[in-house]
C-alpha cells in the first residue's frame, strides 16, 4: 500500500529555517502534483504550495517569496523549505500527491501523516 510519510517538523525561531520532507513509499507508476496544506488550530486546512511533475510552482500569498517548494522525482520525494517563519506559520503541515499505480488507471489522492511546526523564540 502506498504511503506518505513526513519528517522535518519541529520548533523554530522567528527569522530562522525549516525544511519539510515526505516521502511516498510502495509501488508506484508515476506521480503527479504534490502539494503542501496546513492546518492551525481553529482553522480550517488551506493550500501552501503546488509543484506539478513538470516542476511548475504556486503558492499561497502569505508565503510566496518566503517558502520553496521542490521535488525529486527519482525519489518521490517532495520538500518545503522554509524561510523566515512567522508564529502565524504554526500549524500542522500535510503533504499530498496524485499517484497512478498502474498504467491506465486514473491517480489517486494520498495524505501524509502531517508534521507539527510551531514558530516561537
Known amino acids: 500500500q502506498v504511503q506518505l510519510v513526513e519528517s522535518g517538523g519541529g520548533l523554530v525561531q522567528p527569522g530562522g529555517s525549516l525544511r519539510l520532507s515526505c516521502a511516498a513509499s510502495?509501488?508506484?507508476?508515476?506521480?503527479?502534483?504534490m502539494r503542501w496544506y496546513r492546518q492551525a488550530p481553529g482553522k480550517e486546512r488551506e493550500l501552501v504550495a503546488s509543484i506539478t511533475s513538470g516542476g511548475s510552482t504556486n503558492y499561497a500569498d502569505s508565503v510566496k517569496g518566503r517558502f520553496t517548494i521542490s521535488r525529486d522525482n527519482a525519489k518521490n520525494a517532495v520538500y518545503l523549505q522554509m524561510n523566515s517563519p512567522r508564529p502565524e506559520d504554526t500549524a500542522v503541515y500535510y503533504c499530498?500527491?496524485?499517484?497512478?499505480?498502474?498504467?491506465?488507471?486514473?491517480?489517486?489522492?494520498?495524505w501524509g501523516q502531517g508534521t507539527q511546526v510551531t514558530v516561537s523564540s
Open positions: 510502495g509501488m508506484i507508476f508515476s506521480i503527479n502534483v
Open positions: 499530498y500527491a496524485e499517484i497512478r499505480l498502474t498504467p491506465h488507471v486514473v491517480e489517486r489522492n494520498y
